[in-house]
């Protein structure tokens, strides 16, 4: 994607459709450092439930409209 607009609608629509999870392997870690945007908006709106850079980044999301 050109910005951080597109990346971030999608976890969006993903959670508003009960996904619990989003999971980053290893080869697309880079997206969290390019989208910087992107990257914030899964800090405020998921939390780290596991950061292994030589693996994976997951991040779990509660239901929509429910304070994390």
């Known amino acids: 994607p050109a910005d951080s607009a597109a990346p971030t609608a999608a976890p969006e629509r993903l959670r508003a459709a009960g996904a619990a999870y989003l ?32 693996t994976a980044v997951v991040y779990a999301f509660g239901r929509p409209g429910a304070r994390r």
């Not at 999971?23 to 800090?43: C, G, K, M, S, T």
């Open 23 to 54: 999971v980053f392997p290893q080869v697309a870690l880079w997206w969290l450092d390019h989208y910087a945007e992107f990257r914030a908006h899964l800090d405020t709106h998921g939390r780290v439930v596991l950061r292994d850079e030589r």
